[in-house]
């Protein structure tokens, strides 16, 4: 019945009706199902939305951990993976774009898909300064945004710039030259 639900949300979207025209009468209706199934699973339409854009996106990766670099490397290419996605998803971009405008589901969407896959990075970061791979002087909040930014920048603001295949590799090299321990 999930599955139901999540595929006539993505129908409606393909059809090109606003997120913020679905209501759960109407994803009910198109799902074929009752709205208390619905309200079952999810509190409210914000929740369900993010559970519809976590289906159409690729699930997040497991780790090698292996070090630091391999786990950041992995991390990052799901971020492109997805950026890919989104630039070649119409519905992608679309609900992306449509959700930015909407408090609500922005705010869940922040809290059940961004900040868990912040805090893997963070986990791994930390990790790495445990383990003498960083030095231990960084700021754990700032590294993250610093591996993550050139792949947001090139996803969200840059469309027209590549998304090649080894940007991920060279990203995470790149700062991971600067923040080595001396004398590693």
Same mark, same amino acid.
Request: glycine fraction near 8%; aromatic fraction near 2%.
């Given at each position: 019945?999930?599955?139901?639900i999540i595929e006539g949300v993505m129908k409606l979207l393909e059809d090109g009706v606003p997120l913020a025209e679905l209501s759960i009468?109407?994803?009910?209706?198109? =799902?074929?199902v009752g709205k208390a199934a619905i309200y079952r699973r999810w509190s409210g339409k914000e929740e369900l939305f993010?559970?519809?854009?976590?289906? =159409?996106?690729?699930?997040?990766?497991?780790l090698p951990g292996t070090s630091v670099r391999d786990d950041l490397v992995v991390l990052l290419e799901s &971020?492109?993976? /997805?950026?890919?996605?989104?630039?070649?998803?119409?519905i992608l971009h679309?609900?992306? =774009?449509?959700?930015?405008?909407?408090?609500?589901?922005? =705010?869940a969407y922040h809290t059940m898909v961004i900040e868990p896959r912040r805090r893997t990075t963070f986990d *791994?970061? /930390?990790? @790495? *300064?445990?383990?003498?791979? &960083?030095?231990?002087?960084? !700021?754990?909040?700032?590294l993250? !945004?610093?591996?993550?930014?050139?792949? &947001?920048? /090139?996803?969200?603001?840059?469309?027209?710039?590549? &998304?090649?295949? @080894?940007?991920?590799?060279r990203i995470v090299d790149t700062v991971l030259e600067g923040l080595r321990?001396? @004398?590693r």
């Open positions: 019945m999930e599955r139901s009468e109407r994803v009910a209706r198109t =799902a074929g993010v559970d519809v854009l976590r289906a =159409a996106e690729p699930p997040d990766p497991e &971020l492109r993976r /997805r950026g890919l996605m989104s630039r070649s998803s119409a679309n609900v992306h =774009a449509q959700m930015k405008s909407s408090p609500r589901i922005w =705010a *791994v970061l /930390r990790r @790495g *300064v445990a383990n003498g791979e &960083l030095r231990a002087d960084v !700021d754990i909040e700032l993250g !945004d610093l591996f993550v930014g050139p792949m &947001l920048v /090139r996803t969200l603001m840059r469309p027209d710039a590549a &998304l090649d295949e @080894g940007l991920s590799e321990p001396p @004398g």
